[in-house]
């Protein structure tokens, strides 16, 4: 079916290093038992941690640990696990647990003679990118600002193919950092939410330890007993460094490891933290006024373009292979041949196409909801929405050829004050029929806007938030159409592929986390024209895992949905799911599925581990440079049932320039063809109702899902989404 597309060369930031040889593949495989058996969903990071103990180099492979090496008998056992050694054997690069396992085995092997080499540079793992070298000193830093920096390294990560070729993935990576303490932050922004701390000194091994910040203490640090130690947490420090003035200007904080699979509380103190910042951090500080436009010069940092970063890590692949592979030969970056798929047409009222949502202002909206609307005024005591949005949602009304009511208001001065009469005040307003409320306020802090959203949620309102600050033509379209999704409109649909094997119902679903609990299928599901089918309520659990019998609660409920909707089930389903499947996750479903002659294909769509897509330019002089590969450039690896998708814009059509990542999308079960489903996958990131001018870079369902999730986290409290109707878009 590609035939009728262009065909296009792309670049990769992948090098080419060596193949694997036999020796290579040989691996002792150790079977590891604990003392006392994990929580479930731990299981993985307990024997990740026990991978560090054993004085060789060792990974997980499933539920076994594999080594190069021998274990030493008299490390193979302690008072919490012991290992018995199954055998020797030779591993596949053809099967993907295997592969992946020779992958992580690599990148320790690669980070290990790294840091033996290059001793005056810091390396730090990260889960998504691989390794990351930091550039030494002030070399690495590329911006600052009041209490934060922006520091530049390189990204380098290993990927193994089927054919055992071993490729080097590198790129130029970006990291937010302060140089001062929590309590600084504490002080200085108190309305920014912090979830991740750093210490603000060096362990043993030169790295500073990342923490999960829980809360807060009003007990002195003299009086704070460590247990274990039998020692202050004022005396823990003074041994480790701390000055006196460190510990009387610090309040005690608790806080907990990232990746301990045994979740403790420890106490800390706020001047021996620094905060881990995050864009969103930023963003909220620029939201507040404060260094606004120092803030927006960031994007201009971080966003660099593709021939930037394809020329910085052929720089980095030449001291890699020189002085760690031996390789006198230059490194080069792989070609590999692509397709550009054609853009999805959007549907507007009456069918008719449009190229962008922001068009339904004019053509009108493709489905009609909700046709009551309040407001509730924080701002100011004017009973009224802000001019540009009510002269908006009147012309989507009109172009829609329907009539909305939107002269329900309360204003500031008419809001209760007590917890109360506040949740009487939403179910009053929710017994008049209006389901859908626009709440103006000033910029709040994220716990004020929560409690508002909860009390709404718990009368079966759903609530659109807005700054009336800077409102133009762009900022009012957005709220309506997140106003109106709400409301249960949607804005456009997609025109269906025109095929005999694409699927007829999608359903997407994520995995979101507070730092303990996961909050598992939060799904979102659109029929074959994008229209929606409603959201799921997530189910709480312990692991990234998601439990089968879950999933298939979920699925069947959905094609419940499909059945009453057409009477009869869908021919095929195609399953996405954001991030690694684990194992076991869609067994039940598939079974379940098969008992019915209901086809399913199942992607996992992963935001990371894709690297960049570019495309060369020779100019008259044969000069060659490198743009990013168009918007809908993909590429096929047959042998692994996986593309590469160039779903967002070009660089050259950003606000702020920049490269644009694509996705990496591998598809674990089914028969349709491979294009097909990246065709598929393209065009429901075309799909994007809640936004009149943006595309999504993951398709709709898990672009939805993942927001749904986000959304549940602060929440907090599930039974409060009772009373809503699921086919409200909550989290857009």
């Given at each position: 079916m590609f035939a009728q597309f262009p065909e296009v060369e792309v670049i990769l930031n992948r090098f080419f290093v060596k193949n694997l040889t036999q020796q290579d593949l040989r691996f002792y495989e150790y079977q590891c038992q604990f003392t006392q058996v994990p929580e479930q969903g731990s299981e993985q990071k307990a024997l990740s941690s026990v991978c560090y103990k054993l004085g060789v180099t060792a990974v997980r492979l499933g539920s076994l640990i594999i080594t190069r090496e021998r274990i030493d008998t008299s490390r193979r056992q302690t008072q919490d696990w012991q290992l018995q050694e199954i055998g020797c054997r030779e591993l596949s690069c053809q099967k993907d647990h295997e592969r992946?396992?020779?992958?992580?085995?690599?990148?320790?092997?690669?980070?290990?003679?790294?840091?033996?080499?290059?001793?005056?540079?810091?390396?730090?793992?990260?889960?998504?990118?691989?390794?990351?070298?930091?550039?030494?000193?002030?070399?690495?830093?590329?911006?600052?600002?009041?209490?934060?920096?922006v520091h530049r390294g390189g990204a380098i990560n290993v990927r193994i193919e089927p054919d055992g070729k071993l490729y080097l993935e590198i790129d130029i990576h970006h990291r937010f950092y302060t140089p001062f303490t929590l309590e600084w932050w504490l002080n200085e922004y108190p309305d920014i939410q912090i979830k991740y701390v750093r210490n603000t000194y060096k362990d043993k091994n030169g790295n500073q330890q990342v923490w999960i910040l829980k809360n807060f203490s009003n007990e002195?640090?003299?009086?704070?007993?460590?247990?274990?130690?039998?020692?202050?947490?004022?005396?823990?420090?003074?041994?480790?460094?701390?000055?006196?003035?460190?510990?009387?200007?610090?309040?005690?904080?608790?806080?907990?490891?990232?990746?301990?699979?045994?979740?403790?509380?420890?106490?800390?103190?706020?001047?021996?933290?620094?905060?881990?910042?995050?864009?969103?951090?930023?963003?909220?500080?620029?939201?507040?006024?404060?260094?606004?436009?120092?803030?927006?010069?960031?994007?201009?940092?971080?966003?660099?373009?593709?021939?930037?970063?394809?020329?910085?890590?052929?720089?980095?692949?030449?001291?890699?292979f020189k002085h760690i592979y031996n390789l006198s030969r230059q490194p080069e970056l792989i070609k590999v041949n692509?397709?550009?798929?054609?853009?999805?047409?959007?549907?507007?009222?009456?069918?008719?196409?449009?190229?962008?949502?922001?068009?339904?202002?004019?053509?009108?909206?493709?489905?009609?909801?909700?046709?009551?609307?309040g407001c509730l005024n924080l701002f100011d005591d004017k009973p009224q929405y802000p001019e540009k949005v009510r002269e908006c949602l009147l012309q989507i009304a009109k172009s829609s050829d329907t009539q909305i009511q939107i002269d329900s208001y309360f204003t500031k001065s008419e809001y209760p004050k007590d917890d109360l009469d506040q949740?009487?005040?939403?179910?009053?307003?929710?017994?008049?029929?209006?389901?859908?409320?626009?709440?103006?306020?000033?910029?709040?802090?994220?716990?004020?806007?929560?409690?508002?959203?909860?009390?709404?949620?718990?009368?079966?309102?759903?609530?659109?938030?807005?700054?009336?600050?800077?409102?133009?033509?762009?900022?009012?379209?957005?709220?309506?159409?997140?106003?109106?999704?709400?409301?249960?409109?949607?804005?456009?649909?997609?025109?269906?592929?025109?095929?005999?094997?694409a699927a007829d119902l999608v359903i997407g679903f994520d995995t979101g986390t507070n730092g303990r609990l996961y909050y598992g299928t939060s799904a979102f599901a659109v029929l074959a024209n994008g229209q929606s089918l409603g959201w799921e309520l997530p189910d709480v659990q312990r692991g990234e895992t998601i439990s089968g019998q879950v999933i298939w609660q979920v699925v069947s409920s959905l094609v419940f949905k499909f059945q009453v909707k057409f009477n009869r089930y869908p021919k095929k389903i195609l399953i996405m799911r954001d991030g690694l499947i684990q194992k076991g996750e869609f067994e039940q479903t598939i079974e379940e599925l098969n008992k019915k002659d209901i086809a399913v294909d199942i992607l996992s769509v992963r935001k990371s581990g894709s690297g960049r897509m570019g495309r060369e330019i020779r100019s008259t002089d044969s000069k060659?440079?490198?743009?990013?590969?168009?918007?809908?450039?993909?590429?096929?690896?047959?042998?692994?049932?996986?593309?590469?998708?160039?779903?967002?814009?070009?660089?050259?059509?950003?606000?702020?320039?920049?490269?644009?990542?694509?996705?990496?999308?591998?598809?674990?079960?089914?028969?349709?063809?491979?294009?097909?489903?990246?065709?598929?996958?393209?065009?429901?990131?075309?799909?994007?109702?809640?936004?009149?001018?943006?595309?999504?870079?993951l398709p709709w369902v898990l672009h939805l899902a993942d927001k749904s999730s986000k959304e549940f986290q602060r929440i907090g409290s599930i039974s409060v989404l009772q009373s809503i109707d699921r086919e409200k878009l909550i989290a857009v």
């Open positions: 992946q396992a020779l992958e992580s085995f690599e990148r320790k092997i690669l980070e290990c003679k790294l840091k033996e080499k290059f001793k005056k540079t810091r390396f730090e793992k990260d889960y998504e990118v691989g390794l990351i070298w930091w550039i030494f000193d002030q070399k690495g830093l590329e911006k600052s600002g009041h209490g934060w920096e002195n640090p003299n009086d704070v007993e460590i247990k274990e130690l039998g020692i202050s947490l004022a005396a823990y420090h003074r041994q480790n460094g701390a000055s006196e003035q460190d510990i009387n200007e610090s309040r005690v904080v608790t806080v907990e490891k990232t990746s301990d699979y045994k979740p403790k509380t420890v106490y800390h103190l706020s001047q021996r933290l620094s905060p881990v910042l995050t864009m969103e951090m930023l963003a909220q500080i620029a939201e507040q006024g404060r260094e606004k436009s120092e803030i927006q010069g960031v994007f201009d940092c971080i966003r660099k373009n593709i021939n930037l970063r394809l020329s910085e890590s052929q720089k980095t692949a030449e001291l890699i692509g397709f550009v798929m054609p853009r999805a047409k959007l549907l507007a009222c009456d069918n008719k196409e449009i190229d962008k949502t922001a068009k339904i202002s004019f053509f009108g909206c493709a489905k009609i909801g909700e046709t009551k609307f949740q009487t005040f939403w179910q009053q307003w929710a017994n008049k029929g209006i389901k859908t409320v626009l709440v103006v306020m000033p910029w709040s802090p994220n716990e004020e806007k929560q409690k508002l959203r909860n009390q709404a949620l718990k009368a079966g309102i759903a609530t659109q938030f807005m700054v009336p600050v800077n409102v133009n033509n762009y900022k009012s379209l957005n709220v309506c159409l997140g106003l109106l999704c709400k409301a249960k409109w949607q804005p456009v649909y997609l025109k269906p592929l025109d095929h005999s094997e060659v440079t490198y743009q990013d590969a168009a918007v809908g450039t993909v590429v096929f690896f047959e042998e692994t049932k996986s593309f590469i998708l160039q779903s967002s814009e070009e660089a050259s059509k950003k606000k702020y320039g920049g490269s644009a990542r694509p996705l990496r999308v591998v598809h674990t079960h089914g028969k349709t063809p491979l294009e097909l489903l990246a065709l598929q996958t393209y065009h429901l990131t075309q799909l994007h109702p809640a936004s009149g001018f943006c595309s999504s870079r």
